[in-house]
């Protein structure tokens, strides 16, 4: 292992903050270590491996797609990116039929900014505090965090005003006949596994046709099933304009995509928007069998009666523990704010030592974004050992 590390400190880009663990094979929730220890994963690769880590249905259709076809460009038709956009037709919010494929959450975002722009002739986009879009020149600049934002401002564009999240009435100031667009994400990740009050996304939306300004969710993490519906806006039942996807639609394959309403999408042309990876036939393999096994499991079903169980379990550990300030989100995307971030560092540490992985985001938010198979056993060995870690813990 301590060579892998070295390798790694001297050959890339040290912009990672990684968990001293070298991580070589998985299968379903769990994922052995270059020494041969196994862990239960509740990161997940950052809520993308909903099906589990290698998941046979996965391997089979990214093997086989591999072995016909897996790069021809857009220049051609190609059968699995047509056959994945009439799928995703069929999840996403009645409204939303039209679909561009990338290749990461970032390039969604950055896609459905240009859209909102050419769509609707405005400048400016309406973010929210707490946000995280990517990390690209434009999503960069819609996300929240200043020490994300400030070293590369030469590179950002000012057309960014930042709102409180969950304040309908800051929204209103903020969004005007020059606002493009505003863009939210249904519950924040990054930000903490933040979930608004009931009737903020219908106002947000009200607000938005009001003011002749396009509506973006930003589903990258939300997506596909995790919160219990296919889409978290689902909840609420308010349809955006425009919608990004990303993480776990590939399953661990790497695809974004944004879909939009057919009027909005009609803005762009040939030549707008292009990605010379985007939607090639082995992403959209790998992403229509996804979709299709998440249907056939009914994992979003599985991911609301999982995720109750689970939220149960984690306030009973607020209920004991003085350092635990809340228990957070819906369906399998959960978070538990500590006090401290000491605290959530040190529980992060114990928690693998033990054998679980599981991160901390927003500080000492200790995130749960695990695959939508976890069994209640596994969720009732994470939540024993956070006890006892817990009790360890200093200032708990
Ligand atoms: C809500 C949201 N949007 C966008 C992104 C960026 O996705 P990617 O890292 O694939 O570019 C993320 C990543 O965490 C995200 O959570």
């Not at 690769?45 to 086989?64: D, R």
């Not at 990303?246 to 990605?275: N, Q, R, T, Y």
């Given at each position: 292992m301590r060579r892998i590390l070295e390798l790694e400190k001297r050959y890339l880009a040290q912009t990672y903050h990684r968990q001293p663990l070298v991580l070589v094979e998985g299968r379903g929730m769990v994922v052995r270590d270059i020494g041969g220890k196994e862990y239960l994963d509740f990161v997940g690769g950052i809520a993308v491996c909903a099906l589990g880590h290698c998941h046979p249905a996965l391997v089979e259709a990214i093997s086989e797609q591999a072995k016909k076809l897996m790069h021809v460009s857009n220049l051609y038709y190609t059968t699995p990116q047509v056959e994945l956009a009439q799928l995703l037709a069929k999840i996403t919010p009645k409204g939303i039929d039209k679909f561009f494929f990338c290749n990461s959450g970032a390039e969604a975002v950055e896609g459905a900014f240009k859209l909102s722009i050419k769509h609707t002739k405005r400048q400016r986009i309406v973010a929210m505090q707490g946000s995280f879009h990517g990390r690209t020149s434009a999503t960069v600049g819609a996300t929240w965090k200043a020490s994300y934002r400030e070293p590369f401002a030469p590179l950002i564009p000012k057309i960014f005003d930042f709102v409180p999240f969950d304040d309908l009435a800051a929204a209103e100031r903020a969004i005007t006949d020059r606002t493009a667009a505003v863009i939210v994400e249904p519950i924040q990740g990054e930000g903490g596994i933040n979930v608004p009050s009931e009737g903020y996304l219908k106002g947000l939306r009200e607000l938005c046709d009001a003011r002749g300004a396009l509506l973006i969710f930003d589903e990258v993490q939300t997506g596909m099933g995790r919160t219990g519906k296919w889409f978290a806006c689902q909840h609420w039942g308010v349809t955006p304009d425009v919608m990004t996807i990303a993480k776990a639609l590939g399953g661990g394959f790497p695809i974004g995509c944004f879909g939009a309403k057919a009027e909005v999408m009609g803005?762009?042309?040939?030549?707008d928007h292009a990605s010379t990876f985007g939607g090639n036939p082995l992403a959209c393999a790998a992403a229509t069998t996804v979709v299709r096994t998440m249907m056939r499991l009914k994992l979003p079903r599985r991911a609301a009666r999982v995720g109750r169980y689970f939220k149960d379990r984690l306030e009973e550990l607020a209920e004991k523990h003085d350092c635990v300030r809340e228990v957070r989100g819906l369906g399998l995307m959960l978070g538990m704010e500590l006090t401290t971030k000491e605290a959530a560092d040190m529980t992060v540490k114990k928690a693998m030592e033990r054998g679980f992985l599981i991160n901390c985001t927003a500080d000492r938010v200790l995130r749960f974004v695990p695959p939508?198979?976890?069994?209640r056993e596994h969720i009732d060995r994470l939540v024993d050992a956070l006890d006892e870690i817990l009790s360890e813990v200093r200032g708990c």
């Amino acid at each position: 292992m301590r060579r892998i590390l070295e390798l790694e400190k001297r050959y890339l880009a040290q912009t990672y903050h990684r968990q001293p663990l070298v991580l070589v094979e998985g299968r379903g929730m769990v994922v052995r270590d270059i020494g041969g220890k196994e862990y239960l994963d509740f990161v997940g690769g950052i809520a993308v491996c909903a099906l589990g880590h290698c998941h046979p249905a996965l391997v089979e259709a990214i093997s086989e797609q591999a072995k016909k076809l897996m790069h021809v460009s857009n220049l051609y038709y190609t059968t699995p990116q047509v056959e994945l956009a009439q799928l995703l037709a069929k999840i996403t919010p009645k409204g939303i039929d039209k679909f561009f494929f990338c290749n990461s959450g970032a390039e969604a975002v950055e896609g459905a900014f240009k859209l909102s722009i050419k769509h609707t002739k405005r400048q400016r986009i309406v973010a929210m505090q707490g946000s995280f879009h990517g990390r690209t020149s434009a999503t960069v600049g819609a996300t929240w965090k200043a020490s994300y934002r400030e070293p590369f401002a030469p590179l950002i564009p000012k057309i960014f005003d930042f709102v409180p999240f969950d304040d309908l009435a800051a929204a209103e100031r903020a969004i005007t006949d020059r606002t493009a667009a505003v863009i939210v994400e249904p519950i924040q990740g990054e930000g903490g596994i933040n979930v608004p009050s009931e009737g903020y996304l219908k106002g947000l939306r009200e607000l938005c046709d009001a003011r002749g300004a396009l509506l973006i969710f930003d589903e990258v993490q939300t997506g596909m099933g995790r919160t219990g519906k296919w889409f978290a806006c689902q909840h609420w039942g308010v349809t955006p304009d425009v919608m990004t996807i990303a993480k776990a639609l590939g399953g661990g394959f790497p695809i974004g995509c944004f879909g939009a309403k057919a009027e909005v999408m009609g803005s762009f042309s040939a030549g707008d928007h292009a990605s010379t990876f985007g939607g090639n036939p082995l992403a959209c393999a790998a992403a229509t069998t996804v979709v299709r096994t998440m249907m056939r499991l009914k994992l979003p079903r599985r991911a609301a009666r999982v995720g109750r169980y689970f939220k149960d379990r984690l306030e009973e550990l607020a209920e004991k523990h003085d350092c635990v300030r809340e228990v957070r989100g819906l369906g399998l995307m959960l978070g538990m704010e500590l006090t401290t971030k000491e605290a959530a560092d040190m529980t992060v540490k114990k928690a693998m030592e033990r054998g679980f992985l599981i991160n901390c985001t927003a500080d000492r938010v200790l995130r749960f974004v695990p695959p939508l198979v976890v069994e209640r056993e596994h969720i009732d060995r994470l939540v024993d050992a956070l006890d006892e870690i817990l009790s360890e813990v200093r200032g708990c």
